[in-house]
């Protein structure tokens, strides 16, 4: 239950509420993501995160079928992001 692959199959499984994880996962960099961090309009930018970068998930937030993986940014803050930003670390 604290792998990456749990909680990218929300369907199978959904939830609500958070638990505490220990799982690593990478920044994708899927073409429909790279505008949210190169600064193109319309796109929520997201900072201090590197796509294809590797980062270790302590917390997951699930509502239902989708969830936020929780992980400390680059700048050493806590911050969430939808766990279709993430794919399996290599």
């Given amino acids: 239950m604290a ?24 920044i994708s960099k899927k073409e429909f993501l790279k505008g949210h961090f190169d600064g193109s309009p319309n796109y929520d930018q997201v900072e201090n995160v590197t796509p294809g970068k590797v980062y270790d998930i302590h ?28 794919e399996k670390a290599e």
């Fill in 3 to 26: 792998d990456f692959d749990y909680y990218t199959d929300m369907d199978s499984h959904p939830f609500t509420g958070k638990r505490k994880v220990n799982f690593k996962a990478q």
């Fill in 59 to 86: 917390k997951v937030e699930g509502y239902g079928d989708v969830a936020d993986f929780y992980f400390t940014n680059d700048a050493g803050e806590e911050m969430r992001l939808g766990n279709f930003f993430f």
